[in-house]
């Protein structure tokens, strides 16, 4: 008996597990006329009582070499009520590609695709002057920029890759009968910064003839040992305080946590909002598109405004940096700028 009682539990997991590598269902086989009219005839009834999704499944029961330019205009309808727009935007252009021998059946295709493309959620992808060799993608699928795309309501994902890292990142909540303009902004820079010591000057009218020519330095007698000048005392270092650099430098970081915070809700209320459209999804709460919106934008300000506080900290320090005269000090400083694996500039100069 314990020799039969491991295969025995074997084969009873083996059973409970078995739905779990159930081959998907198979495609819908060709029926008769009667029972295609039956189906197409129980799909009207499911749509006229609000049933779209068991209406959708009565006209994709019906196989596809019998559906006729009617069912599949059902079939779009209900995709698109069902938040499904690209799938019903798809069937739409293929109704009008194949009914061209059907006038009407093409112009009520077209009339129903047009009303869709202007009422479905959009995002129209733009790229600033300064973004260059990067590669756009909309929840994983390539999209070519600039362009304006349309998808299904709700969050998507927009990513711009240079070289393989990710250089731009951006979430967005897409709605009916609103088009998100979105500027695909990558730094195209890298900026490294090396100090030098200082290198002296050569003058203009230096050369080695002038060199040649000079006077021999003259030789002091040994009884007579030459004085030492007397020390200049130095001036005393009157330099600005770096109080007020960092007080804008600690401004910009309390600027910068707000932005953090504020994407942080926004991330939430977009959670909050697909939740919503999952649980009825002819039914979202308009709220919690509008309270993302207003996290964004509250981020959006927070970060210019700790971009502004750090420049102003960065240009304190730099200022401080010069002698009271208003000269630069000798200090240099070399700037190399890369873009990719080739592009070099290289800028130096004296603070």
Not at 62 to 80: G, M, P
Not at 87 to 110: F, K
Not at 123 to 143: A, F, N, Q, W
Request: positive net charge; hydrophobic residues 45%.
């Amino acid at each position: 008996m314990r020799r039969l009682a491991r295969p025995l539990a074997l084969l009873l997991a083996l059973s409970h597990a078995a739905p779990l590598f159930a081959a998907p269902p198979p495609a819908p086989a060709i029926a008769s006329p009667a029972a295609v009219t039956k189906q197409y005839k129980l799909g009207v009834r499911l749509q006229a009582a609000g049933k779209v999704a068991e209406a959708l499944a009565a006209f994709e029961s019906i196989h596809v070499s019998q559906r006729t330019f009617t069912t599949r205009l059902y079939i779009a309808e209900c995709k698109q009520r069902l938040g499904r727009v690209r799938e019903a935007e798809r069937e739409l252009e293929s109704v009008v590609a194949e009914a061209a021998g059907e006038p009407a059946m093409r112009s009520t295709a077209e009339s129903d695709l047009a009303s869709l493309r202007q009422h479905a959620p959009k995002i129209s992808l733009r790229l600033t002057p300064k973004t260059v060799g990067v590669s756009v993608t909309l929840d994983t699928e390539p999209v070519a920029a600039p362009s304006t795309v349309i998808v299904d309501p709700g969050p998507h994902v927009i990513v711009a890759r240079r070289e393989g890292a990710i250089v731009f990142r951006k979430d967005v909540l897409a709605e009916a009968d609103r088009d998100v303009p979105i500027d695909v902004d990558a730094p195209p820079l890298v900026i490294t910064a090396v100090v030098a010591p200082a290198l002296p000057i050569a003058t203009a009218d230096a050369s080695p003839s002038d060199a040649s020519k000079a006077t021999p330095p003259t030789r002091t007698s040994p009884t007579a040992p030459s004085t030492p000048p007397p020390a200049i005392p130095a001036a005393p270092e009157n330099r600005p305080s770096a109080l007020p650099a960092y007080l804008s430098l600690a401004v910009g970081g309390v600027f910068a946590g707000t932005s953090i915070f504020a994407l942080t809700k926004r991330n939430d209320s977009i959670a909050s909002y697909k939740e919503s459209c999952d649980r009825v999804p002819l039914d979202c709460d308009p709220s919690l598109a509008t309270e993302a919106r207003r996290w964004e934008a509250g981020a959006w300000v927070s970060a210019g405004a700790a971009v502004v506080a750090i420049g102003i900290g960065t240009t304190l320090l730099i200022v401080r940096g010069k002698d009271p005269a208003g000269h630069a000090t000798t200090s240099s400083l070399s700037l190399g700028a890369r873009l990719g694996a080739r592009s070099m500039v290289q800028l130096e100069g004296r603070f």
